[in-house]
């Protein structure tokens, strides 16, 4: 089916169900940021493929919001499909709301559809009122993707597995005395999300892509939890550690009929920005619903002083093999174009040389060119643009290992750059330095943060649409709540930054067809010490790999950022230098990391 067809067979459903408008989000039961193939209902009808995006069909018309992560993207993939792209934060973007609103006004009962399975409560409360308010109704209760999507994926079935305690280094017990203290006085607390199931129980999976989650749900209570999980993923030496800790497993579809089940008084703590909207009606009207956070989610976010240790030396390992990568990436472009895709498969083969390595952290993005604007750009073997000694590459990756996540962007001149990359680049890290030098109190927001990398572009006019920085999980999601360092008002931005945070250091530059900049290291909130004014932060930079200084323009540096660029490749040289048996990839290392 094409996506004009599949929007028809869409429409055909909607007119049964008597529905106007319909809304289809990117996200699965768990509000996962990438989810499993089963679940990329949005993507199945638009052809759109980034994480970021909600698409709506009224019976005349469709269109799909996603942010200027994706503008670019969108344009490409969205051609031709009848489907019109809404840019978020511009200008003049009305919200899908307001254009649901303004679409149906004219007709009689305007009846405004979605499956609240794949959306958190909060969401369904905030459209809701929104759409009564206009006097229009929403019914969240049908999946009509599932009508129409008729090949649709099974959900996976490969086994989960224990976080061995050396890399975990907190107990499940542990993890689950932890959570219970933050329980107030209820007597169970549902968790949703993949990653902090994995997290409380020392496991992980391969049920989506690049995040190392399997398929569940959890209820944790005073003297026992569970873990909903399809059985078939739990082997009986897995089954029979988690029961030692009074872990018990139950069909991942049981779930739903031990809510219902729940004795009447039972107070539930649940997250109603996570728990989605169905789940949320299945408790029953006898039991206390008491809603707050998920309670594991601050305390994953603040790394161990073990946990940093495994993270540091999961650094180095990928340091080696970033090096790897561009001494061959030199080499063959002394001899012939290198396609994007293909630089993509031999640094995920160099990363899966190292010990402990699992896999990617996500799609690496290859961007040469004007690709490179193109902020989370994958290169794919069929349409992919070739490498040359010329122009500007971004180069964003990660890798997945037993010790920890890692998240890197370097962009590098493959010849001589112009006198105005110079400038951009050296804007770009100017505001990287800054941020990576900076001292505060703890408990800034991610927002105040934000506008210390933005600073130096603004002064010249320019800008980047996408967040500063976020969350990075352990041996976990590549993006990790709850702070993050961005320009907007969200909850995540105005999360705030406390000691042990792990966040990353991203900002960019993007011109359009021609390049695109990005300088992006893993940074750890330190403690810089206690005054009468409180406690202050620094950030600590872990990611160890040489920025090309062929794009620096010095004089546009200070004094301080030369000394913090040269102390930084004094770093770099003597954290990964002692990996390195051959002399060639030595001396790669040593004239990377000269001083300025």
Not at 27 to 56: M, N
Not at 436 to 463: C, I, V, Y
Request: charged share 25%; with cysteine.
């Amino acid at each position: 089916m094409t996506v004009p067809e599949k929007i028809d067979a869409l429409r055909a459903e909607m007119r049964e169900q008597g529905f106007q408008a319909y809304i289809i989000p990117p996200s699965d039961p768990h509000q996962s940021e990438y989810v499993a193939d089963r679940w990329k209902c949005r993507e199945w009808l638009t052809g759109f493929t980034g994480s970021a995006g909600i698409a709506v069909v009224t019976l005349e018309e469709a269109a799909l919001w996603t942010d200027s992560r994706y503008f670019l993207q969108g344009t490409e993939q969205l051609e031709g499909t009848g489907i019109q792209l809404m840019k978020m934060g511009m200008p003049g973007t009305p919200s899908i709301e307001d254009w649901v609103i303004a679409k149906l006004k004219k007709e009689t009962v305007p009846v405004v559809g979605c499956y609240g399975g794949y959306f958190a409560m909060s969401e369904i409360r905030k459209m809701t009122g929104k759409f009564n308010q206009a006097g229009q109704f929403l019914n969240y209760h049908f999946d009509l993707i599932n009508k129409v999507w008729l090949d649709r994926d099974e959900l996976p079935t490969e086994k989960a597995f224990e976080h061995d305690l050396k890399f975990a280094v907190s107990s499940r017990k542990e993890k689950l005395d932890a959570v219970r203290s933050g329980m107030g006085d209820a007597d169970g607390h549902l968790i949703t999300t993949l990653d902090d199931i994995a997290w409380i129980f020392n496991l992980r999976g391969r049920d989506v892509e690049c995040n190392p989650v399997a398929i569940a749900y959890a209820l944790v209570e005073r003297e026992r939890a569970y873990l909903f999980i399809d059985p078939v993923k739990v082997d009986s030496s897995l089954k029979t550690s988690l029961e030692k800790d009074n872990i018990f497993i139950k069909p991942y579809d049981e779930m739903i009929f031990t809510l219902k089940a729940l004795t009447e008084g039972y107070k539930i703590l649940m997250d109603p920005s996570k728990a989605n909207a169905i789940i949320y009606e299945d408790v029953p009207v006898h039991c206390d619903v008491i809603e707050g956070k998920t309670v594991s989610t601050a305390l994953k976010a603040i790394k161990s002083n073990g946990e940093v240790d495994h993270i540091r030396n999961a650094m180095r390992k990928d340091a080696v093999a970033l090096l790897r990568l561009f001494r061959w990436l030199e080499d063959e472009l002394d001899k012939r174009e290198v396609p994007e895709a293909e630089v993509a498969d031999v640094l995920a083969t160099f990363r899966s040389k190292q010990e402990g390595y699992y896999g990617e952290s996500f799609p690496a993005i290859v961007g040469y060119a004007g690709n490179g604007a193109i902020v989370h750009y994958r290169p794919m073997p069929e349409t992919c643009a070739n490498l040359k000694k010329e122009g500007i590459l971004l180069l964003d990756s990660g890798g997945q290992y037993l010790d920890g996540t890692t998240d890197i962007t370097r962009t590098v001149a493959l010849g001589k750059p112009s006198q105005k990359q110079k400038e951009h680049y050296t804007l770009v890290l100017k505001g990287h330095i800054c941020l990576a030098t900076a001292t505060f109190p703890e408990g800034t927001t991610g927002m105040q943060l934000d506008t210390l990398t933005r600073q130096f572009l603004w002064g010249s006019g320019l800008n980047f649409g996408h967040g500063t920085g976020h969350g990075v999980g352990y041996f976990l999601n590549v993006h990790e709540g709850p702070q993050g360092i961005g320009p907007n008002p969200n909850a995540r931005y105005l999360g705030k930054i406390y000691e042990g945070m792990f966040n990353s250091n991203e900002p960019g530059l993007y011109i359009t067809d021609e390049y695109g900049i990005r300088i992006e290291n893993l940074v750890l909130a330190v403690n810089a010490g206690d005054n009468g004014f409180g406690k202050f932060l620094k950030m600590e930079t872990l990611t160890l790999f040489p920025i090309d200084l062929e794009l620096v323009e010095p004089t546009l540096l200070t004094i301080k950022e030369k000394i913090w660029l040269n102390e930084y490749h004094e770093k770099v040289w003597q954290e990964v230098s002692p990996l390195l048996e051959d002399k060639d990839e030595r001396n790669w290392l040593r004239a990377k990391c000269r001083k300025l």
